[in-house]
């Protein structure tokens, strides 16, 4: 099966490194774009194999991190072309 969570948990942590920065000029959003898509891909791939309750561990740390940026002071709207 594979260690999704675990694969998760490390891209979420540079996810979190890259919206740490402050301002959004200094913001590498072909790079946010690229991690939030991996990360949306591999728990999409994963939930299949996965009971409701590690389906939810799985996702709702993911779509908390990729609300960090509306939350903060100076919202970023990142835009991702697919």
Do not use: I
């Not at 996965?50 to 799985?58: H, P, V």
């Amino acid at each position: 099966m594979g260690d999704f969570q675990g694969a998760v948990s490390l891209m979420l942590e540079k996810l979190q490194r890259l919206l740490a920065v402050e301002t959004a000029e200094s913001l590498d959003t072909d790079e946010l774009c690229r991690l939030s898509n991996k990360c949306v891909n591999l728990c999409q791939r994963g939930s299949s194999m996965l009971d409701e309750k590690s389906r939810q561990a799985l996702w709702f740390p993911v779509l908390e991190t990729l609300m960090l940026p509306q939350r903060s002071e100076k919202p970023v709207h990142v835009s991702c072309k697919h």
